[in-house]
């Protein structure tokens, strides 16, 4: 199976910081990647899949970028409402699987 | 617009049986892949099973193969989960989710396995 790993596990920023996340595929899933926010007691949101496609109404201050076993997640501007957990997953193979999430606390 | 609503969960006995249910609405149901998502307390995803738009091809994740069988049935816009041989492990938040890329997602039931 394909493992995720993402990095780091938690990240504490502020309020217009730009912040990055990382996802790394233990082997590679081409451009078979997606992005999450996850918020308490809330269903994942999908927010980036592709790798690097806006999925309709997320905020364009989200962007994603990598290929092969390099991924990663930059929101250009923390905004209020963007502190939650974020999670990678890949679906190159229909064992599809997730990373370990990431949690953005507020500094 | 597009909904999923599951149904079904609750407690269990270890050893126990469960069907969960995902009704679709808003979608061409029959032209989606479908998966199933759990989420234990406090823990991250943990991808369970996925079915093809037609029902012809099924996977599981290895924790859950051989235990539990995801089926579909397109007059009833309706996902399912059959899960049986339950253990406390099992005890998640249980979604089911559209497509490859997980674009929708229910709401959540919760599946508690427990003597």
């Known amino acids: 199976d394909i493992q995720m790993t993402q990095s780091p596990s938690t990240l504490s920023a502020s309020v217009g910081d730009r912040v990055t996340i990382t996802c790394r595929a233990s082997q590679s899933i081409s451009s078979w990647l997606a992005w999450y926010q996850q918020k308490p007691g809330k269903a994942p949101k999908l927010l980036i899949y592709d790798a690097s496609t806006l999925e309709s109404g997320v905020p364009s201050r989200f962007s994603g970028s990598g290929s092969g076993t390099e991924f990663t997640l930059t929101i250009s501007s923390l905004q209020p409402d963007d502190f939650a957990t974020y999670y990678c997953q890949q679906y190159d193979s229909y064992s599809q699987t997730f990373g370990q999430g990431t949690k953005l606390e507020i500094k | 617009q597009v909904q999923l609503v599951e149904s079904g969960g609750g407690v269990v006995q270890p050893g126990g049986s469960l069907r969960l249910s995902c009704v679709a609405s808003?979608?061409?149901?029959?032209?989606?892949?479908m998966h199933w998502v759990r989420q234990a307390p406090g823990k991250g995803l943990e991808w369970v099973a996925f079915i093809s738009h037609d029902g012809s091809n099924k996977y599981y994740a290895d924790s859950v193969k051989g235990r539990f069988t995801i089926s579909r049935d397109k007059s009833k816009s309706t996902l399912y989960l059959q899960m049986n041989s339950l253990r406390a492990e099992d005890t998640a938040v249980y979604y089911c989710a559209r497509d490859h890329f997980c674009d929708f997602w229910g709401q959540g039931t919760l599946v508690t396995v427990s003597s």
């Open positions: 808003g979608f061409i149901f029959r032209s989606y892949v």
